[in-house]
């Protein structure tokens, strides 16, 4: 980035703690979140939108973050694998990926895990082509997918199964 470049006044809800900072106008929201706020779970990879590496939330919805600028976050809520764990302890969703062994380098896991988080929120049950299909914009190296669409589907239905039961009292 230029030293001339201008810098926005920015602020956004990252991980639900509010965050002002200046950011120039061109840096991509990958490089905010990593470099400005240091939540490096957000993986670059391609830098064009195509592996997935990068996914975030963005108002719940999934986006790849590398296709966003940092001032466009101004007033959003971000959500980065960082805020998936609690204290110490795997989330759901983590932990249906370690009992599945759904990883494998883990390079591609916050995109899968990030995907995945606002797949549960919609509430809904898929096949496995449907999220096989669903998943398609993060790319894994390491894997054939079974055990990544096996650890989701797992984790979709224990997400159904609980809200159905949180409905029923």
Known sequence: MSALEPEVDITVTVNGEIVTARAPARLHAADFLRQRLGLTGTHIGCEQGVCGMCTVLVDGEAVKSCLMLAVQLDGRQVQTVESLAED??????????????????????????????????????????????????????????????????????????????????
Do not use: W
């Open 88 to 169: 110490d302890r795997l989330n759901p969703l983590q932990q249906a990926f370690k009992d599945e062994h759904a990883l494998q380098c883990g390079f591609c896991t916050p995109g899968f895990l990030m995907t995945a988080t606002a797949l549960a929120r919609r509430g809904e049950r898929l096949s496995r082509n449907e999220i096989r299909e669903e998943i398609a914009g993060v790319l894994c190296r390491c894997t054939g997918y079974d055990n990544i669409v096996k650890a989701i589907e797992k984790h979709l239905e224990e997400t159904a199964d609980a809200d159905a039961a949180r409905v029923a009292r």
